[in-house]
C-alpha cells in the first residue's frame, strides 16, 4: 500500500468519528451544525482514482446516515459533491487545474477559497433541501444553508492550517 491510499484511510476514519462523536452534537440556534467531514472529499488526491472517490463517498455519507438516521440525504449531498468535484476545480482553478498542480492544503489562496466556498455549498444546499424536501421553506433552507456553509468552512480552514502548517 502506498502512503496516499494510507493518508485518505486515516483521514476518512478520523474526519467521520470527530463528525460523529463531536460535531454532530453542535448545533448552534437551530441551524448551525457544522459537517467538516466533507473536507475528506475535497482533500480528496486530483489526480485520485474517479470511481474510488465516488465510492469513499458513497461510504462516507452511508455511515452519517446510519449515524445520524437521516434516510440517505448525507449519501446523496456526498455523491453530488463528489461527481461535481472536477467542475468546481475547473472554475475555481481553470487551467492550472489540467496540468494537477492543485494542492487545496497549501496555503490559503482565492482560487482554494472560492473551490472550499462553491463545494461546501454545493453540499449543504442538497444536504437541507433533501432534508426539508419543501419549495415552501425555500428560506429556511438558504438560511440554514449559509449559515452552516459559513460555519463549516470557518471550521474547514483552521482544520487544514492545523494538519499542515505553514513552513518557515
Known amino acids: 500500500m502506498n502512503s496516499t491510499l494510507i493518508l485518505n484511510i486515516f483521514r476518512f476514519i478520523a474526519l467521520l468519528a470527530l463528525q460523529v462523536a463531536v460535531f454532530n452534537n453542535i448545533n ?17 488526491p486530483v489526480n485520485g482514482n474517479r470511481a474510488g472517490l465516488l465510492l469513499a463517498s458513497f461510504c462516507l455519507g452511508l455511515v ?16 453530488i459533491l463528489a461527481y461535481a468535484r472536477p467542475s468546481i476545480f475547473r472554475f475555481a482553478f481553470g487551467i492550472s487545474y489540467e496540468y494537477q498542480t492543485v494542492k487545496i492544503a497549501d496555503k490559503l489562496s482565492p482560487e482554494r477559497f472560492t473551490f472550499l466556498l462553491i463545494a461546501i455549498l454545493i453540499h449543504h444546499f442538497t444536504l437541507f433541501f ?3 424536501f419543501r419549495f415552501n421553506f425555500f428560506w429556511e433552507i438558504l438560511l440554514r444553508t449559509l449559515l452552516a456553509t459559513v460555519f463549516t468552512l470557518v471550521l474547514s480552514i483552521i482544520t487544514l492550517y492545523l494538519i499542515k502548517p505553514s513552513k518557515r
Do not use: Q, R
Open 130 to 132: 433533501l432534508e426539508i
Open 28 to 44: 448552534f440556534l437551530g441551524y448551525i451544525n457544522p459537517l467538516p467531514y466533507i473536507l475528506f472529499i475535497i482533500l480528496y
Open 64 to 79: 452519517m446516515d446510519m449515524f445520524g438516521n437521516s434516510g440517505g440525504v448525507h449519501t446523496t449531498a456526498c455523491l
